[in-house]
């Protein structure tokens, strides 16, 4: 069972435009998501994160916007620059062990390969 | 400052054959994570680290897999008798919270 989804396997977009990252989840027991950028033969590198008591973080370009009660969360990132181009991964995880889950231990999404053309 | 490392960057081994897999965290993150990422798919959660003990190793796949952090510091993940469903990414992180977690680059195993 995809607790954590992407249902979108690739986005395309012009450079200076809005790229909009989507996000599905069904674990009730989540309360806190992040987004990591992953490029090619590198490590995840951690992007933005928001707890579920807040319904928007920005930080710069990158805009998380969360809505509990439909468990979906996304990723906005105005304007798009051709450097952004790569895979996105949202994660999910509780905050605290409950439910038989682990504080900390990520639970990811399949990935949405971005493509910013100049 | 350091990232996360991993090493060896590249593996490539043959059935049924031991391996280890070693990472160094980022300086005074008390939490490591292991995870595996196959092609196409984001990172599934192997075992969590806290200190030096395993605080929850329900992701491993079998009794093949273990790993240890004997110094709370420095992990190794060792697979024994690998099959060539074992063929993955196998990414380190760490971190000082558990919950924001700084990955390393990967190693890539390849099991012919």
């Known amino acids: 069972d995809q607790q954590v989804k992407q249902n979108s396997p690739s986005l395309s977009v012009q450079e200076g435009r809005i790229s909009i990252l989507n996000c599905d989840y069904t674990?009730?027991?989540?309360?806190?998501f992040l987004w990591y950028k992953k490029y090619p033969a590198e490590g995840p590198t951690f992007l933005i994160s928001?707890?579920?008591?807040?319904d928007k973080n920005e930080d710069g370009r990158f805009t998380v916007f969360l809505n509990k009660s439909a468990k979906h969360l996304s990723l906005h990132i105005v304007p798009s620059q051709p450097g952004d181009s790569a895979v996105y991964f949202c994660?999910?995880?509780?905050?605290?062990?409950?439910?038989?889950?682990?504080?900390?231990?990520?639970?990811f999404g399949q990935g949405t390969i971005l493509t910013v053309h100049p | 400052g350091a990232g996360v490392s991993q090493t060896p960057s590249n593996k490539v081994t043959e059935k049924g054959k031991y391996v280890e897999l070693r990472c160094d965290p980022i300086?005074?993150?008390?939490?490591l994570y292991w995870y595996r990422q196959s092609l196409g798919q984001g990172p599934e959660f192997l075992i969590y680290f806290q200190g030096t003990g395993a605080a929850d190793d329900s992701g491993l796949p079998n009794d093949r897999f273990f790993a240890v952090r004997p110094e709370g510091s420095v992990s190794t993940l060792k697979i024994q008798r690998t099959e060539r469903g074992d063929s993955a990414v196998y990414l380190c992180a760490s971190s000082p919270t558990g919950i924001t977690q700084y990955f390393g680059p990967g190693t890539r195993l390849t099991v012919l």
């Open positions: 994660a999910a995880s509780p905050i605290n062990n409950a439910g038989g889950t682990s504080y900390g231990k990520l639970t």
């Open positions: 300086s005074g993150h008390t939490a």
């Open positions: 674990n009730s027991m989540f309360d806190y």
């Open positions: 928001i707890s579920s008591i807040k």
